[in-house]
Nanobody, 120 residues
Framework: QVQLVESGGGLVRPGGSLRLSCVAS????????MGWYRQVVGRQREFIATSTNRDTTDYADSVKGRFIISGDFVSKTVYLRLNSLELEDTAVYYC??????????????WGQGTQVTVAS
């Protein structure tokens, strides 16, 4: 059974930094991407950043230049460095892994989330 476990969330002041980690366990066939999303109560979950097994990365415009994603597809771990945090970055941050099923169809797996709160 695939399980993703996030860690590293917490309370930080505006302008501060955090580092989130996500470790996947279990068999994920054809793992090709790991990324981060976030969600605020009452809003849709939004894309933040993704890292692929081809060493490409992509970011939401709202975090470009502030957040840095890095993935290790051997250990099935993905990190997100959050810099210059703003009040609007407060959310639950979720890790997602994408792979392929035995029939070649895409499979997505989610973690339980870690809370990031930016407050003065």
């Amino acid at each position: 059974q695939v399980q993703l476990v996030e860690s590293g969330g917490g309370l930080v002041r505006p302008g501060g930094s955090l580092r989130l980690s996500c470790v996947a366990s279990g068999k994920i066939g054809g793992l090709y991407a790991m990324g981060w999303y976030r969600q605020v109560v009452g809003r849709q979950r939004e894309f933040i950043a993704t890292s692929t097994n081809r060493d490409t990365t992509d970011y939401a415009d709202s975090v470009k230049g502030r957040f840095i994603i890095s993935g290790d597809f051997v250990s099935k771990t993905v990190y997100l460095r959050l810099n210059s945090l703003e009040l609007e970055d407060t959310a639950v941050y979720y890790c997602r892994a994408e792979g392929l099923g035995t029939d070649g169809s895409p499979r997505r797996y989610w973690g339980q989330g870690t809370q990031v709160t930016v407050a003065s």
